[in-house]
C-alpha cells in the first residue's frame, strides 16, 4: 500500500487544517488508516484512527473534540479535520494503514508538516 498525503502547512493559533492520506496498492486489505505525529526529539505519537469497514473512529486525548477524522470509500482517502490548533500541535503528520490480517498500522507516508504559530 502506498500513501501520499497533502494539507500541510503553517496557520496561526485556533486556526485550521485540512490534511488527506490517497492511498493505493492493496487497498482491498485496509482494516483501518490513520494519524499520527512526530517532533523532533521525541517518539511517533498517536493521533486518530478509522476503521475501513463500520467508520468507528479512535482519538487520543490530546485531540478529541478538536480532530476528526473521516474517510471517502470510494477514492480510498482519509482525511483529518483540525479546528483550534495551538502550537503544540506543530509536527510532522504521518498517514498510516493497517491492513488485514495483520492489524498493526505498517504501511506509513512520508509525512506532511504542520506548524501552528503567530
Known amino acids: 500500500v502506498q500513501l501520499v498525503e497533502s494539507g500541510g502547512g503553517l496557520v496561526q493559533p485556533g486556526g485550521s487544517l485540512r490534511l488527506s492520506c490517497a492511498a493505493s496498492?492493496?487497498?482491498?486489505?485496509?482494516?483501518?488508516m490513520g494519524w499520527f505525529r512526530q517532533t523532533p526529539g521525541k517518539e511517533r505519537e498517536f493521533v486518530a484512527y478509522?476503521?475501513?469497514?463500520?467508520?468507528?473512529?479512535y482519538y487520543a486525548d490530546s485531540v478529541k473534540g478538536r480532530f476528526t477524522i473521516s474517510r471517502d470509500n470510494a477514492k480510498i482517502t482519509v482525511f483529518l479535520q483540525m479546528n483550534s490548533l495551538k502550537p503544540e500541535d506543530t509536527a510532522i503528520y504521518f498517514c498510516?494503514?493497517?491492513?488485514?490480517?495483520?492489524?498493526?498500522?505498517?504501511?506509513w507516508g512520508r509525512g506532511t508538516q504542520v506548524t501552528v504559530s503567530s
Open positions: 496498492g492493496r487497498t482491498l486489505s485496509i482494516l483501518r
Open positions: 478509522i476503521a475501513w469497514s463500520g467508520g468507528n473512529t
Open positions: 498510516a494503514a493497517a491492513l488485514i490480517p495483520s492489524g498493526a498500522f505498517s504501511y
